[in-house]
């Protein structure tokens, strides 16, 4: 599979949706989707969490790294690249 491009538009793939919360104060959330679930937290959740269809991956990618200034922008770029990539061939994402 293709890593994203610049304009691409993540977003969660048909089938696949977040779990209700529990209201309980938890930093993880659950992603549901045909195969099973993953459980998000930390990093991958504010990944995921702005792959709405309507954010590129640069507004994505430019998002993180003012969140996370002190890391390498190449390394938020290609960390995130690698994370949209798997969740896609497991067909979670969709860009």
Do not use: N
């Not at 491009?5 to 549901?32: C, K, V």
């Not at 954010?55 to 960390?79: M, N, S, W, Y």
């Amino acid at each position: 599979m293709a890593p994203p491009t610049d304009e691409s538009r993540p977003h969660l793939a048909t089938g696949t949706r977040w779990a209700p919360t529990t209201g309980e104060a938890d930093e993880s959330r659950m992603i549901l989707y045909p195969e099973g679930y993953i459980k998000l937290q930390g990093t991958g959740r504010q990944v995921l969490e702005r792959c709405d269809g309507q954010r590129t991956f640069r507004e994505i990618v430019a998002d993180l790294q003012k969140e996370f200034g002190k890391t390498d922008p190449e390394k938020i770029r290609l960390d995130i690249s690698a994370f949209l990539e798997q969740l896609q061939r497991r067909r979670i994402v969709d860009y």
